[in-house]
């Protein structure tokens, strides 16, 4: 049982909750890894011989790239979620009539 955060109705139990994603921002990532996590973990760490210690391989770089990052997201009942598709749908559909129309 929970509490839908859009329509802030009680849902019974068995009802599967669904989230909602309600706001998301464009966001571009910078490249990271060389091991970061590893060496979080407590990973392998090799014993070099020089003053600078190597992080482990890059096995986990990412150059980064561009992504859409959820701000705001909610459980929502059956119903709102439904309600929520369709509204992103039209929205998504309005813009790809402005979109062919701008020339
Ligand atoms: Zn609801």
Not at 39 to 55: I, V
Not at 64 to 83: F, H, K, S, W
């Amino acid at each position: 049982m929970f509490r839908c955060q859009l329509c802030q109705s009680v849902v019974p139990a068995g009802t599967r909750s669904t989230k909602v994603i309600l706001v998301t921002r464009e966001k571009t990532y910078g490249e990271r890894g060389g091991g970061g996590r590893d060496a979080a973990r407590g990973g392998f760490r090799k014993r070099g011989g020089g003053g600078r210690r190597n992080a482990s391989p890059k096995k986990n770089y990412d150059k980064g790239g561009q992504g859409t990052e959820i701000v705001r997201e909610a459980m929502a009942c059956p119903r709102c979620a439904e309600d929520h598709q369709r509204k992103l749908d039209q929205e998504a559909a309005a813009v790809a009539i402005a979109n062919e129309t701008v020339e």
